[in-house]
Nanobody, 124 residues
């Protein structure tokens, strides 16, 4: 079992920055690829970014490339998402997740553990 708790969301003006954190506990954090997803009102939950275990390879959805950075600190068992140059369309609830099934990092159905989410609101 893995427990995930997000923090760091809030209200920010367009062009601003936020850093989300995801504290983990339970089974070995470093054994899972980790991802960030987001869900805006009335929309499907969508992939934002992921980071693998070995080598720490990173993946991003096109709309956040060059603006968001995903990272992990194994010593602190914590996942981060640095969000820069935020836009109103980034407004959503952001979830961190641990991937426990084989396959692409882009598929939310391959993530078996989820946090409760943190709200990010970007005003124009």
């Amino acid at each position: 079992q893995v427990q995930l708790v997000e923090s760091g969301g809030g209200l920010v003006q367009a062009g601003g920055s936020l850093r989300l954190s995801c504290a983990t506990s339970g089974r070995t954090f470093s054994g899972y690829a980790m991802g960030w997803f987001r869900q805006a009102p009335g929309k499907e939950r969508e992939f934002v970014a992921a980071i693998t275990t070995i080598g720490g390879g990173t993946y991003y959805t096109d709309s956040v490339k060059g603006r968001f950075i995903i990272s992990r600190d194994s010593a602190k068992n914590t996942l981060y998402l640095q969000m820069n140059s935020l836009k109103p369309e980034d407004t959503a609830v952001y979830y961190c997740a641990a991937k426990d099934r084989r396959g692409t990092v882009y598929d939310k159905d391959l993530y078996g553990y989820w946090g409760q989410g943190t709200q990010v609101t970007v005003s124009s």
